[in-house]
Protein backbone atom coordinates (compact mmCIF):
# COMPACT_ATOMS: atom_id res chain seq x y z
CA UNK A 1 0.00 0.00 0.00
CA UNK A 2 1.43 3.15 -1.15
CA UNK A 3 1.75 6.29 0.53
CA UNK A 4 -0.20 9.41 -0.31
CA UNK A 5 1.50 12.51 0.70
CA UNK A 6 -0.97 15.69 1.81
CA UNK A 7 0.24 19.28 2.04
CA UNK A 8 -2.44 21.23 4.31
CA UNK A 9 -2.88 24.76 3.66
CA UNK A 10 -0.72 26.79 6.18
CA UNK A 11 -2.10 29.98 8.18
CA UNK A 12 -0.33 32.21 6.05
CA UNK A 13 -1.66 30.58 2.90
CA UNK A 14 -3.49 34.13 1.89
CA UNK A 15 0.40 35.26 1.63
CA UNK A 16 1.38 32.87 -0.89
CA UNK A 17 -0.12 34.77 -3.85
CA UNK A 18 -0.81 38.16 -4.62
CA UNK A 19 -4.60 37.34 -5.45
CA UNK A 20 -5.10 35.38 -2.29
CA UNK A 21 -3.30 38.44 -0.97
CA UNK A 22 -5.95 40.83 -2.71
CA UNK A 23 -8.99 38.92 -1.61
CA UNK A 24 -7.86 39.17 2.07
CA UNK A 25 -7.52 42.86 1.57
CA UNK A 26 -10.87 42.81 0.38
CA UNK A 27 -12.86 40.79 3.48
CA UNK A 28 -10.74 42.82 5.87
CA UNK A 29 -11.83 46.30 4.93
CA UNK A 30 -15.27 44.94 5.24
CA UNK A 31 -14.39 45.29 8.95
CA UNK A 32 -13.42 48.73 8.99
CA UNK A 33 -17.60 49.27 7.77
CA UNK A 34 -18.42 47.14 10.47
CA UNK A 35 -16.40 48.79 13.13
CA UNK A 36 -18.01 52.35 12.02
CA UNK A 37 -21.16 50.91 13.20
CA UNK A 38 -21.02 51.72 17.14
CA UNK A 39 -20.19 54.92 16.25
CA UNK A 40 -23.54 55.34 14.27
CA UNK A 41 -25.22 53.57 17.05
CA UNK A 42 -23.79 56.26 19.43
CA UNK A 43 -25.09 59.04 17.16
CA UNK A 44 -28.80 57.30 17.60
CA UNK A 45 -28.03 56.93 21.22
CA UNK A 46 -26.65 60.82 21.70
CA UNK A 47 -30.17 61.81 19.97
CA UNK A 48 -32.02 61.44 23.55
CA UNK A 49 -30.92 64.69 24.60
CA UNK A 50 -28.99 67.84 23.93
CA UNK A 51 -26.67 67.80 26.45
CA UNK A 52 -25.14 63.85 25.10
CA UNK A 53 -25.71 65.26 21.95
CA UNK A 54 -22.99 67.89 21.92
CA UNK A 55 -20.63 65.74 23.72
CA UNK A 56 -21.07 63.43 20.82
CA UNK A 57 -20.94 66.49 18.31
CA UNK A 58 -18.06 67.73 19.52
CA UNK A 59 -16.12 64.55 19.35
CA UNK A 60 -17.45 64.41 15.42
CA UNK A 61 -15.20 67.92 14.77
CA UNK A 62 -12.22 66.39 16.99
CA UNK A 63 -8.48 65.29 14.97
CA UNK A 64 -9.31 61.97 15.85
CA UNK A 65 -13.12 61.84 14.35
CA UNK A 66 -11.51 63.05 11.11
CA UNK A 67 -9.08 60.58 10.72
CA UNK A 68 -11.16 57.81 11.61
CA UNK A 69 -13.61 58.97 8.86
CA UNK A 70 -10.89 59.56 6.08
CA UNK A 71 -9.46 56.01 6.70
CA UNK A 72 -13.06 54.29 6.93
CA UNK A 73 -14.31 56.08 3.75
CA UNK A 74 -11.08 54.67 1.88
CA UNK A 75 -11.24 51.39 2.99
CA UNK A 76 -15.26 51.37 2.70
CA UNK A 77 -14.99 52.76 -1.74
CA UNK A 78 -12.28 50.06 -1.98
CA UNK A 79 -14.46 47.44 -0.52
CA UNK A 80 -17.33 48.53 -2.35
CA UNK A 81 -15.17 49.19 -5.48
CA UNK A 82 -14.39 45.21 -5.36
CA UNK A 83 -18.16 44.37 -5.12
CA UNK A 84 -19.24 46.73 -8.03
CA UNK A 85 -16.64 44.97 -10.20
CA UNK A 86 -17.65 41.63 -9.27
CA UNK A 87 -21.87 42.57 -9.72
CA UNK A 88 -21.54 41.44 -13.44
CA UNK A 89 -20.28 37.88 -12.56
CA UNK A 90 -23.57 37.40 -9.89
CA UNK A 91 -25.72 39.26 -12.36
CA UNK A 92 -26.10 38.10 -15.88
CA UNK A 93 -28.94 39.08 -18.36
CA UNK A 94 -30.26 38.99 -20.87
CA UNK A 95 -32.29 40.84 -23.83
CA UNK A 96 -33.75 39.46 -26.98
CA UNK A 97 -31.09 36.61 -26.32
CA UNK A 98 -28.29 38.74 -26.21
CA UNK A 99 -26.47 38.89 -23.05
CA UNK A 100 -26.27 42.41 -21.92
CA UNK A 101 -22.30 43.91 -21.74
CA UNK A 102 -20.67 42.85 -18.18
CA UNK A 103 -19.96 47.12 -18.59
CA UNK A 104 -22.87 47.88 -18.63
CA UNK A 105 -23.81 46.01 -15.71
CA UNK A 106 -21.00 47.59 -13.64
CA UNK A 107 -21.28 51.38 -15.48
CA UNK A 108 -24.82 51.05 -13.93
CA UNK A 109 -23.73 49.67 -10.26
CA UNK A 110 -21.32 52.15 -10.34
CA UNK A 111 -23.49 55.33 -11.29
CA UNK A 112 -26.33 53.79 -8.96
CA UNK A 113 -24.11 53.91 -6.14
CA UNK A 114 -22.34 57.24 -6.73
CA UNK A 115 -25.52 58.67 -7.31
CA UNK A 116 -26.96 57.21 -3.81
CA UNK A 117 -24.18 58.43 -2.13
CA UNK A 118 -24.62 62.08 -3.92
CA UNK A 119 -28.06 62.65 -2.26
CA UNK A 120 -27.20 60.88 0.66
CA UNK A 121 -24.24 63.84 1.29
CA UNK A 122 -27.17 65.93 0.04
CA UNK A 123 -29.14 65.68 1.78
CA UNK A 124 -26.31 65.55 5.21
CA UNK A 125 -24.89 69.00 4.05
CA UNK A 126 -27.80 70.82 2.55
CA UNK B 1 16.50 27.77 -31.99
CA UNK B 2 17.49 25.38 -28.62
CA UNK B 3 17.62 27.13 -25.23
CA UNK B 4 18.34 26.46 -21.97
CA UNK B 5 16.46 26.21 -18.86
CA UNK B 6 16.18 24.26 -15.26
CA UNK B 7 12.98 22.71 -14.66
CA UNK B 8 13.05 22.09 -10.83
CA UNK B 9 10.50 19.10 -10.20
CA UNK B 10 8.75 17.80 -7.35
CA UNK B 11 9.81 14.27 -6.75
CA UNK B 12 8.00 11.59 -4.02
CA UNK B 13 8.89 8.20 -4.48
CA UNK B 14 6.65 6.44 -1.75
CA UNK B 15 7.93 2.99 -1.85
CA UNK B 16 11.67 4.57 -1.56
CA UNK B 17 11.44 7.66 0.43
CA UNK B 18 9.01 9.51 3.16
CA UNK B 19 9.41 12.89 2.20
CA UNK B 20 8.90 14.69 -1.41
CA UNK B 21 11.94 16.76 -2.49
CA UNK B 22 12.93 18.77 -5.54
CA UNK B 23 15.38 17.18 -8.59
CA UNK B 24 16.62 19.77 -11.04
CA UNK B 25 16.71 18.95 -14.59
CA UNK B 26 19.13 20.99 -17.08
CA UNK B 27 17.31 20.77 -20.31
CA UNK B 28 17.84 21.88 -23.78
CA UNK B 29 14.35 23.30 -25.24
CA UNK B 30 12.91 24.11 -28.58
CA UNK B 31 10.70 27.48 -29.02
CA UNK B 32 7.80 25.58 -29.67
CA UNK B 33 7.91 23.40 -26.23
CA UNK B 34 4.96 23.44 -23.71
CA UNK B 35 6.39 22.47 -20.04
CA UNK B 36 4.78 18.89 -21.02
CA UNK B 37 7.10 18.54 -23.89
CA UNK B 38 10.00 19.16 -21.32
CA UNK B 39 8.82 16.61 -18.93
CA UNK B 40 8.44 13.96 -21.63
CA UNK B 41 11.98 14.84 -22.81
CA UNK B 42 13.07 14.34 -18.98
CA UNK B 43 11.35 11.03 -18.69
CA UNK B 44 12.89 9.79 -21.99
CA UNK B 45 16.16 11.04 -22.15
CA UNK B 46 17.30 11.84 -18.62
CA UNK B 47 15.29 10.08 -15.69
CA UNK B 48 12.58 7.35 -16.27
CA UNK B 49 11.54 7.68 -12.87
CA UNK B 50 9.59 10.53 -13.17
CA UNK B 51 5.66 10.38 -13.30
CA UNK B 52 2.95 12.50 -14.51
CA UNK B 53 -0.52 12.17 -15.81
CA UNK B 54 -0.81 13.49 -19.44
CA UNK B 55 -2.99 12.33 -22.71
CA UNK B 56 -4.56 14.25 -25.30
CA UNK B 57 -1.53 16.88 -25.64
CA UNK B 58 -4.08 19.71 -26.91
CA UNK B 59 -6.12 20.93 -23.83
CA UNK B 60 -9.20 18.86 -24.33
CA UNK B 61 -8.40 15.70 -21.86
CA UNK B 62 -8.20 17.69 -18.34
CA UNK B 63 -5.11 15.14 -17.20
CA UNK B 64 -2.01 17.33 -17.59
CA UNK B 65 -2.88 20.13 -14.94
CA UNK B 66 0.24 20.87 -12.52
CA UNK B 67 1.51 23.95 -10.34
CA UNK B 68 3.86 25.42 -13.02
CA UNK B 69 5.85 28.36 -10.45
CA UNK B 70 2.97 28.69 -8.20
CA UNK B 71 0.44 28.29 -10.85
CA UNK B 72 -2.23 25.78 -11.48
CA UNK B 73 -1.63 25.10 -15.26
CA UNK B 74 -2.40 22.72 -17.99
CA UNK B 75 1.11 21.90 -18.99
CA UNK B 76 0.20 20.66 -22.75
CA UNK B 77 -0.42 24.16 -23.43
CA UNK B 78 1.92 26.20 -20.75
CA UNK B 79 4.88 27.20 -23.29
CA UNK B 80 8.26 27.29 -21.65
CA UNK B 81 9.36 30.59 -23.81
CA UNK B 82 6.68 32.17 -21.63
CA UNK B 83 8.75 32.07 -18.47
CA UNK B 84 11.33 34.36 -17.78
CA UNK B 85 12.91 33.08 -15.02
CA UNK B 86 16.34 30.71 -14.42
CA UNK B 87 14.46 27.73 -13.49
CA UNK B 88 10.66 26.47 -13.92
CA UNK B 89 9.20 24.92 -10.73
CA UNK B 90 7.23 21.92 -11.67
CA UNK B 91 4.76 20.64 -8.63
CA UNK B 92 2.00 18.55 -8.64
CA UNK B 93 -1.77 20.10 -8.58
CA UNK B 94 -2.01 21.72 -4.88
CA UNK B 95 -4.64 20.75 -2.57
CA UNK B 96 -5.36 17.54 -3.17
CA UNK B 97 -2.97 14.17 -1.76
CA UNK B 98 0.01 13.15 -3.98
CA UNK B 99 0.43 9.58 -5.37
CA UNK B 100 3.68 9.90 -6.44
CA UNK B 101 5.77 12.75 -8.57
CA UNK B 102 3.34 14.69 -10.11
CA UNK B 103 0.33 12.27 -10.03
CA UNK B 104 -2.08 13.31 -7.77
CA UNK B 105 -5.23 11.47 -6.52
CA UNK B 106 -8.60 12.66 -8.18
CA UNK B 107 -10.54 10.35 -6.14
CA UNK B 108 -12.36 13.33 -3.98
CA UNK B 109 -13.26 15.04 -7.06
CA UNK B 110 -14.47 12.32 -9.12
CA UNK B 111 -17.11 11.33 -6.13
CA UNK B 112 -18.18 14.58 -5.93
CA UNK B 113 -19.35 15.87 -9.63
CA UNK B 114 -22.10 13.02 -9.57
CA UNK B 115 -23.71 14.71 -6.19
CA UNK B 116 -24.83 17.65 -8.16
CA UNK B 117 -26.83 15.22 -10.64
CA UNK B 118 -25.38 16.15 -13.33
CA UNK B 119 -27.66 15.41 -16.28
CA UNK B 120 -31.57 16.55 -17.55
CA UNK B 121 -33.67 16.35 -14.55
CA UNK B 122 -37.31 15.92 -16.17
CA UNK B 123 -40.27 15.49 -14.09
CA UNK B 124 -41.78 13.38 -16.66
CA UNK B 125 -40.08 11.27 -19.78
CA UNK B 126 -41.23 12.02 -23.20
CA UNK B 127 -42.44 9.12 -25.44
CA UNK B 128 -39.90 8.44 -27.51
CA UNK B 129 -42.49 9.06 -30.75
CA UNK B 130 -42.46 12.66 -29.13
CA UNK B 131 -39.20 12.93 -30.53
CA UNK B 132 -36.01 15.21 -29.19
CA UNK B 133 -35.87 17.73 -26.49
CA UNK B 134 -35.58 20.42 -28.48
CA UNK B 135 -33.42 23.60 -27.73
CA UNK B 136 -33.02 27.23 -29.73
CA UNK B 137 -29.48 28.18 -29.74
CA UNK B 138 -30.35 30.85 -27.56
CA UNK B 139 -31.34 28.77 -25.36
CA UNK B 140 -28.25 26.52 -25.23
CA UNK B 141 -26.26 30.13 -24.90
CA UNK B 142 -27.35 31.08 -21.66
CA UNK B 143 -25.59 27.65 -19.87
CA UNK B 144 -22.85 27.34 -22.94
CA UNK B 145 -19.56 28.45 -20.93
CA UNK B 146 -20.50 26.55 -17.98
CA UNK B 147 -20.93 23.09 -19.96
CA UNK B 148 -17.13 23.78 -21.48
CA UNK B 149 -15.40 21.83 -18.68
CA UNK B 150 -12.95 19.84 -18.65
CA UNK B 151 -12.66 18.20 -15.23
CA UNK B 152 -8.67 19.41 -15.01
CA UNK B 153 -9.16 20.06 -11.65
CA UNK B 154 -7.04 23.49 -11.55
CA UNK B 155 -10.31 25.52 -10.37
CA UNK B 156 -9.78 23.39 -7.22
CA UNK B 157 -6.17 23.56 -6.91
CA UNK B 158 -7.06 27.28 -7.23
CA UNK B 159 -8.75 27.97 -4.44
CA UNK B 160 -7.84 28.44 -1.00
CA UNK B 161 -11.83 27.19 -0.02
CA UNK B 162 -11.23 23.86 -0.90
CA UNK B 163 -7.46 23.94 0.23
CA UNK B 164 -8.58 24.57 3.61
CA UNK B 165 -11.69 22.25 4.00
CA UNK B 166 -11.79 19.31 1.34
CA UNK B 167 -15.87 18.51 1.94
CA UNK B 168 -16.49 22.02 -0.62
CA UNK B 169 -18.71 20.66 -3.00
CA UNK B 170 -15.97 23.23 -5.06
CA UNK B 171 -16.01 24.97 -8.38
CA UNK B 172 -15.77 22.62 -11.19
CA UNK B 173 -19.15 20.34 -9.86
CA UNK B 174 -20.85 23.49 -8.84
CA UNK B 175 -20.45 25.30 -11.95
CA UNK B 176 -21.63 21.98 -13.53
CA UNK B 177 -25.25 22.21 -11.66
CA UNK B 178 -25.52 25.82 -12.75
CA UNK B 179 -24.69 24.41 -15.95
CA UNK B 180 -27.63 21.49 -15.62
CA UNK B 181 -30.01 24.48 -13.99
CA UNK B 182 -30.09 26.96 -16.76
CA UNK B 183 -30.47 24.04 -19.54
CA UNK B 184 -33.77 24.87 -21.09
CA UNK B 185 -34.73 21.26 -21.31
CA UNK B 186 -34.19 20.20 -17.49
CA UNK B 187 -36.23 20.26 -14.49
CA UNK B 188 -33.85 19.17 -11.78
CA UNK B 189 -33.05 22.72 -10.19
CA UNK B 190 -35.05 21.64 -6.92
CA UNK B 191 -33.51 18.14 -6.73
CA UNK B 192 -30.10 19.52 -7.05
CA UNK B 193 -30.68 22.16 -4.16
CA UNK B 194 -30.01 19.46 -1.49
CA UNK B 195 -26.39 19.51 -2.30
CA UNK B 196 -26.12 22.97 -3.82
CA UNK B 197 -26.92 24.98 -1.15
CA UNK B 198 -26.01 22.15 1.78
CA UNK B 199 -23.42 23.06 4.20
CA UNK B 200 -20.68 22.46 2.36
CA UNK B 201 -22.14 23.42 -1.07
CA UNK B 202 -22.40 26.98 -2.90
CA UNK B 203 -22.31 28.85 1.21
CA UNK B 204 -19.12 27.90 1.36
CA UNK B 205 -18.08 29.94 -1.16
CA UNK B 206 -16.37 33.00 -0.23
CA UNK B 207 -15.92 34.53 -3.99
CA UNK B 208 -12.06 34.39 -3.83
CA UNK B 209 -12.45 34.57 -7.57
CA UNK B 210 -9.31 32.25 -8.49
CA UNK B 211 -11.10 29.44 -10.12
CA UNK B 212 -12.69 32.00 -12.68
CA UNK B 213 -8.82 32.76 -13.50
CA UNK B 214 -7.40 29.53 -13.72
CA UNK B 215 -9.67 28.21 -15.93
CA UNK B 216 -8.65 27.25 -19.22
CA UNK B 217 -11.74 27.00 -20.60
CA UNK B 218 -13.28 30.14 -19.52
CA UNK B 219 -16.09 28.42 -17.14
CA UNK B 220 -16.12 31.01 -14.91
CA UNK B 221 -17.10 28.67 -11.67
CA UNK B 222 -17.07 31.58 -9.65
CA UNK B 223 -19.55 33.35 -11.40
CA UNK B 224 -21.97 30.14 -11.69
CA UNK B 225 -21.74 29.63 -7.53
CA UNK B 226 -23.04 33.14 -7.30
CA UNK B 227 -25.34 33.16 -9.74
CA UNK B 228 -26.78 29.92 -8.03
CA UNK B 229 -26.64 31.72 -4.60
CA UNK B 230 -28.64 34.53 -6.23
CA UNK B 231 -31.24 31.87 -7.76
CA UNK B 232 -31.57 29.47 -5.04
CA UNK B 233 -32.18 32.78 -2.34
CA UNK B 234 -34.31 33.96 -4.24
CA UNK B 235 -36.33 31.00 -4.81
CA UNK B 236 -36.34 30.71 -0.92
CA UNK B 237 -37.80 34.05 -0.51
CA UNK B 238 -40.90 33.12 -3.40
CA UNK B 239 -41.67 30.31 -1.19
CA UNK B 240 -42.10 32.28 1.39
CA UNK B 241 -44.39 34.55 -0.31
CA UNK B 242 -46.42 32.30 -2.50
CA UNK B 243 -45.79 28.94 -0.93
CA UNK B 244 -45.07 25.97 -3.30
CA UNK B 245 -43.88 27.91 -5.59
CA UNK B 246 -39.96 27.65 -6.93
CA UNK B 247 -37.90 28.50 -9.98
S1 LIG C 1 -2.82 16.43 -22.07
FE1 LIG C 1 -4.97 16.62 -22.32
S2 LIG C 1 -5.36 18.58 -21.49
FE2 LIG C 1 -3.22 18.47 -21.45
Redesign the interface.
Known amino acids: M??????P?PRS??L??P??FR?MMR?LTSVAVFAYTPLLIWALWSAADAASFSVFYEFLRGPLSVWLHVVVLVLAVYHTGTWIA?TP????L?RN?E?VDPNLITGTTAMLFLSVSVGVVWLVLV | MPEQTVLEVYRYLPDEETEPRFQSYEITYRDSWVVLDALDHIKTEIDPTLSFRWSCRMGVCGSCGMTVNGEPKLTCETFIRDYNTETIKIEPLAHFPVIRDLVINMQDFMEKLPTVSPWLITDEDKPLEAGEYLQTPAQMARYKRFSMCINCMLCYSACPVYGLNSLFTGPAALALAERYNLDSRDEGTQERSDVVTAHDGIWRCTYVGECTKVCPKDVDPAGAIQMLKLSYALDWAKSLVLPGRGR
Open positions: SRELTHLWWKRPYFELSVLVWDQ
